[in-house]
């Protein structure tokens, strides 16, 4: 009696534990991504977005547009230094890149790393790329798929 409901209790606890870390499929235009099912609405919602409406646009606007349910916000420093690019990271996993070809308003060089945010919303967006694992997923060139 004892052993069916051990073998019960075991069965449901690993339903349970596999249920946390349920993935599942996503088309991109570079093909299919394994998505972890924690991402899978926001990987959609912004799948769904237009980023080309953006383009040349300030960056208040896509970043007005974007839920603010993200997990950290951050200038990534290309070279020490050096704020090549805003960063929105929603998950571990999951990130969008906001891109400006020409700095207008903020200086990107600060050896304190210190860059006003207020000041980038106002550049112009060149370029947007979704990422998701490391692996650029929209908006990015063939060449970038795997940088």
């Known amino acids: 009696m004892k052993l069916p409901l051990i ?3 075991l069965i449901a606890a690993c339903l349970v534990i596999n249920s946390c870390h ?5 088309t991109t235009e570079f093909g299919e991504v394994i998505v972890e ?24 606007l896509i970043l007005d547009d974007l839920s603010s349910q993200y997990l950290r916000r951050f200038f990534y420093e290309g ?12 998950s571990e996993k999951l990130a969008l890149d906001v891109h400006v070809r020409k700095y207008e308003h903020m200086n990107p060089i600060d050896k304190e790393y210190k860059w006003d945010i207020e000041k980038f919303k106002k550049e112009k967006v060149f370029k947007i790329k ?18």
């Open 130 to 147: 979704l990422r998701y694992n490391r692996k650029c997923i929209k908006g990015c060139n063939e060449e970038e798929v795997d940088r």
């Open 22 to 26: 349920a993935q599942s499929k996503v």
């Open 7 to 9: 073998f019960i209790t």
């Open 79 to 90: 070279r020490p230094g050096y704020a090549s690019f805003l960063r929105i990271q929603y």
């Open 37 to 60: 099912n924690s991402d899978t609405a926001m990987l959609h919602r912004l799948m769904k977005m237009n980023f080309e409406k953006y383009k040349g646009k300030e960056v208040r």
